[in-house]
Every structure is written in structure tokens, then in C-alpha cells.
């Protein structure tokens, strides 16, 4: 059963950066799609990047977000820089099987992290 735990979270000013992690047991990040979606309150949960036989990310966080991998600490990351305040929401780091495709909904996805909170004051 794999398992995820994000962390990295806090409260940060506009134009700030924050690294998000999500730590990986119970299997090799290597071998998952690994993405990142996040949920303001009172909206649905949107995808933000992958990384998987490629990386992807949603157009409003392209060229300030990055996502990149470990393999020896078995842990994925979001790089978050120039950040603005319609960033504010809660991550989640999620794995689906195999890298065979990117995905990019919530569907698509086996396992969830708890999530970690991005606040963004402007």
C-alpha cells in the first residue's frame, strides 16, 4: 500500500517561494505517475502538475511551478515561486500506477496524501 505525506506548506507573501515534498513509502515514486492538485475552499480540487514519462502542468502555474523527483529519497516536489494569492489552497500529492499516461483529474489517481496548506497573503 503506498503511501504519501506532504509537507512544505505555510504561509508566505506574494511573490514568495515555498518547495513542497511528498515523501513515498510503500513503493518507488519511480514507478507512479506522481502529481500535485490542490483545493481552495469551496471550489473542487484542480490539477496543478505531474510527472510522469513527462511533466505537465496547468497553464496558470506554468514558468513559476516545477515539478521534480528524488528517486533515492523517494520523494517528489513542487517548486512554487512567484506566488500569488489565487495560490492560496490546500496540496495534495497523489500516485496512480505506472507512467504510462499523464494524468491530469482526480480520477485518474490510486493514492492521496493528507494534504498541506498554502496561504498566500498579498
Not at 29 to 55: C, D, L, N
Not at 58 to 75: A, H, L, M, W
Request: a positive charge.
Amino acid at each position: 500500500q503506498v503511501q504519501l505525506v506532504e509537507s512544505g506548506g505555510g504561509l508566505v507573501q506574494a511573490g514568495g517561494s515555498l518547495r513542497l515534498s511528498c515523501a513515498v513509502s510503500g513503493g518507488a515514486a519511480s514507478s507512479y505517475a506522481m502529481g500535485w492538485f490542490r483545493q481552495a475552499p469551496g471550489k473542487e480540487r484542480e490539477f496543478v502538475a505531474v510527472i510522469s514519462w513527462k511533466t505537465y502542468y496547468r497553464d496558470s502555474v506554468k514558468g513559476r511551478f516545477s515539478i521534480s523527483e528524488d528517486n533515492v529519497k523517494n520523494t517528489v516536489y513542487l517548486q512554487m515561486n512567484s506566488l500569488k494569492s489565487e495560490d492560496t489552497a490546500v496540496y495534495y500529492c497523489a500516485a496512480r500506477h505506472y507512467r504510462t499516461s499523464v494524468p491530469v483529474t482526480p480520477e485518474e489517481y490510486n493514492y492521496w496524501g493528507q494534504g498541506t496548506q498554502v496561504t498566500v497573503s498579498s
